[in-house]
């Protein structure tokens, strides 16, 4: 009887001991999943600030390129040799902005693309720490239904011992 009661305590302190590793692995991943929450929501919030960004940009460039069309019509309509160097400067000029708005454009684009690539990353990470702390809770909940098993098969032992 003393060795049975001895291996039920051997069982019992292991059983603890799972609970208490299960539970630290889970407090250790539940930080993990808040920081990378923590990231992901500063990384929503770029996204947010460049697609505004973008937004600007893209509305610059349709007014840039409503006025190089109208002066394209003002060149055609030029009676004169001096009004037409000027629309012609006027064009240039707008072009030229049209390039740089591409360029800032695309920029920000690309920016755009790494922090949805970044974040799409940072989903699956968190995601994946979230199965393993259900896996962990799942073991945890076994261990604990073990752990009450094997005490109340102790409990009853130990009642039918004292009478």
């Not at 019509?73 to 160097?85: C, H, L, N, P």
């Not at 000029?93 to 390039?99: A, I, P, T, V």
């Not at 693309?113 to 970044?118: A, C, D, G």
């Amino acid at each position: 009887m003393i060795k049975e009661l001895k291996a039920t305590q051997k069982a019992i302190r292991d059983l603890l001991d799972v609970l208490k590793e299960t539970e630290g692995e889970i407090d250790s991943i539940d930080t993990l999943i808040r920081k990378s929450h923590d990231k992901i929501s500063k990384l929503e919030e770029r996204v947010i600030d460049i697609t505004s960004k973008m937004r600007k940009t893209e509305r610059k460039i349709h007014k840039k390129l409503n006025k190089i069309a109208r002066v394209k019509k003002e060149i055609f309509k030029a009676k004169t040799e001096r009004q037409v160097e000027m629309f012609e400067k006027e064009y240039e000029r707008l072009m030229k902005e049209l390039r740089a708005l591409d360029k800032a454009y695309a920029k920000l684009q690309k920016r755009y693309e790494k922090i949805v690539l970044k974040e799409e990353r940072l989903v699956e990470e968190e995601m994946l720490l979230e199965e393993r702390a259900q896996e962990l809770t799942k073991r945890q909940g076994a261990s604990i239904a073990k752990l009450s098993k094997t005490m109340a098969k102790l409990g009853s032992r130990l009642a039918g011992r004292v009478r």
